[in-house]
């Protein structure tokens, strides 16, 4: 089993920035990835940025490019999302998520980031 818990959300004005932080305890063994996703309201969960545990190596939605970081601290038990330049259609819940190669994966219970105009 793996917890995520996140933490770090909030309501901010446009052009503010943000970092959010999920805390990854349990059985971590096998991990490939470790993601950042959001869903706004009315809307699909859609994935925001992905950190391959294995390489290190990152990828981002077109929508985030240049904004968002991903990162993970030495021992990769904490993940990182901070968010610059934010804009009001960065409102969402955003969930730390992880999978791993016996396809299980794990959600954390999302935290509301709110960006006002």
């Known amino acids: 089993q793996v917890q995520l818990v996140e933490s770090g959300g909030g309501l901010v004005q446009a052009g503010a920035s943000l970092r959010l932080s999920c805390a990854i305890s349990?059985?971590?063994?096998?991990?490939?990835?470790m993601d950042w996703f959001r869903q706004a309201p009315g809307k699909e969960r859609e994935l925001v940025a992905r950190?391959?545990?294995?390489?290190?190596?990152?990828n981002y939605a077109d929508f985030v490019k240049g904004r968002f970081t991903i990162s993970t601290d030495t021992a990769k038990n904490t993940l990182y999302l901070q968010m610059n330049s934010l804009k009001p259609d960065d409102t969402a819940v955003y969930l730390c998520?992880?999978?791993?190669?016996?396809?299980?994966?794990?959600w954390g219970q999302g935290i509301q980031v709110t960006v006002s105009s």
């Open positions: 349990g059985y971590t063994f096998g991990m490939y990835t």
């Open positions: 950190f391959w545990r294995n390489t290190d190596t990152t």
């Open positions: 998520h992880t999978f791993n190669g016996g396809g299980i994966e794990y």
